[in-house]
């Protein structure tokens, strides 16, 4: 009798162990909204902070427009990272970050994109680039130019060359940048306007031209706390800003404005 009551209590302390450990576990996780963009960068960043700090992250990487949606939504995210100042600035407004956690983290580039073996290269993209003609029978890949990052950067250098109103019939148009890219890297498009970062790790494309800075707003990605983040949410806002991070960063081509 004493062996089956010793038996129960073990099993009670177990089962009241059980809650706390799984409570313990989630707040030893981070979850990130990130720019479809800044994938194989924070993946790598992320693993570093864990390693460095035992604090597990998740991340989730869609276009920023539909990261702040779903944070409009109630979806819980402790950290935001957008690909733009607008969509921040949104979120923002909507009091779902912590405004003093707020800092602009990288910055990126503009690129036409072609296939690995396209001879479409080295293409001179200045006033007046008839990426229309460039296209041929084909179309444009583009993300989508009402709400994703990339589209808004890509249609405002369209227009400021005075390529947007031929261009515009003849745009692939996708739910963010990396689908934009797979356009082309799968050959549905021949060419296709990324950001340079995206360009770099996908090996079926290649850089064909380089948007002149002053065609499109600077890309900057703002990154904060959200309203609800958890405490270690402040260690990882700082951990994104010091030596490592910057490293891996670079690494992939971003540059970096977080001082």
Not at 55 to 82: R, T
Not at 124 to 134: C, P, T, V
Not at 241 to 246: M, Q, V, W
């Amino acid at each position: 009798m004493f062996q089956f009551t010793r038996r129960i209590a073990l099993v009670s302390l177990i089962a009241a162990a059980l809650p706390l450990s799984f409570a313990a576990a989630q707040e030893q996780t981070l979850t990130v909204f990130a720019a479809a963009s800044m994938k194989n960068s924070l993946d790598d960043a992320n693993a570093a902070f864990t390693k460095a700090t035992g604090v597990k992250v998740n991340a989730s990487y869609a276009a920023s427009s539909a990261l702040a949606k779903q944070m409009e939504s109630g979806a819980p995210a402790d950290v935001f990272i957008s690909a733009d100042l607008n969509w921040m600035d949104y979120v923002a407004g909507k009091n779902l970050i912590k405004a003093d956690t707020r800092y602009n983290l990288l910055g990126n580039k503009l690129v036409l994109i072609s296939g690995k073996d396209s001879k479409i290269a080295n293409v001179k993209i200045e006033q007046g680039f008839d990426i229309a003609k460039l296209a041929g029978d084909g179309r444009i890949a583009v993300a989508d130019v009402k709400a994703v990052p990339a589209g808004l950067y890509a249609k405002a250098a369209l227009e400021k060359l005075g390529s947007w109103a031929a261009a515009e019939p003849k745009l692939a148009q996708a739910e963010n940048v990396r689908a934009t890219m797979a356009f082309v890297a799968r050959g549905e498009t021949q060419i296709g306007i990324v950001y340079e970062t995206d360009a770099k790790v996908e090996p079926n494309v290649k850089i064909a031209g380089v948007f002149p800075d002053g065609s499109y707003p600077p890309v900057i990605y703002p990154v904060a706390a959200t309203a609800a983040a958890k405490p270690d949410a402040t260690k990882y806002l700082t951990f994104l800003r010091g030596a490592e991070a910057k490293a891996i960063f670079e690494k992939y081509g971003f540059s970096i404005l977080a001082k």
